[in-house]
């Protein structure tokens, strides 16, 4: 039997925080996640590109219907932060879809190997009295996996300026991240 947060060190918060936090933080993310494919399909409301998005876009808001239950149920304080992710996730995605179809894709699979990693840590930390979360969490990373792959068909890593617009968008994620385990 393994128990949620038991390799913690002293200082670490203890499990039913480090739960709160994970549920904060992952309505959050979704919520981003839904606000960024919002924003890209009113750039590119058509085309090949815009199917894929529509689609992956369904999966957050599944994502999301899921965290927001799990606030409810579990009585987590919501992030304070959804007014900026609100407005955030969606310049992210207008943005990257302004510069076309491929930047559009590029944002996705940046988006999602961090998000990849998020869950992974998440799940590796929760035991078996959160196996229901953990497995809420690992069926989660698998849909975000799925994206990063169907981004890169669509040839997300053809765009110009691929790395850098990458890092960045990866850096903000991290931020994005960080700041809403927290607020
Ligand atoms: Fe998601
Ligand atoms: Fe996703």
Redesign the pocket.
């Known amino acids: 039997m393994r128990e949620t947060a038991e390799n913690r060190l002293p200082g670490d918060p203890d499990a039913k925080t480090l739960v709160e936090q994970m549920i904060r933080v992952d309505q959050a993310?979704?919520y981003g996640?839904v606000r960024i494919y919002a924003g890209q399909l009113a750039v590119l409301p058509r085309g090949r590109a815009a199917d894929a998005i529509r689609h992956m876009a369904e999966?957050?808001r599944e994502?999301l219907d899921t965290f927001d239950r799990l606030i409810v149920e579990r009585r987590v304080r919501p992030t304070l932060l959804s007014p900026i992710w609100h407005v955030a996730g969606f310049a992210l995605g207008a943005a990257t879809a302004a510069l076309g179809p491929k930047a559009a894709m590029a944002c996705t699979v940046a988006v999602e190997e961090v998000?990849d990693e998020h869950y992974s840590r998440q799940a590796e930390q929760l035991g078996d009295d959160e196996a229901e979360l953990r497995e809420t969490i690992e069926t989660?990373r698998g849909?975000?996996v799925a994206h990063r792959d169907e981004a890169l068909e669509h040839g997300a890593t053809e765009t110009l300026g691929y790395g850098v617009l990458s890092a960045g968008i990866k850096a903000g994620s991290r931020l994005a991240i960080w700041l809403s385990t927290r607020l």
Do not use: C, S, W
């Open positions: 993310g979704e996640a999966r957050e994502h998000i989660f849909d975000e």
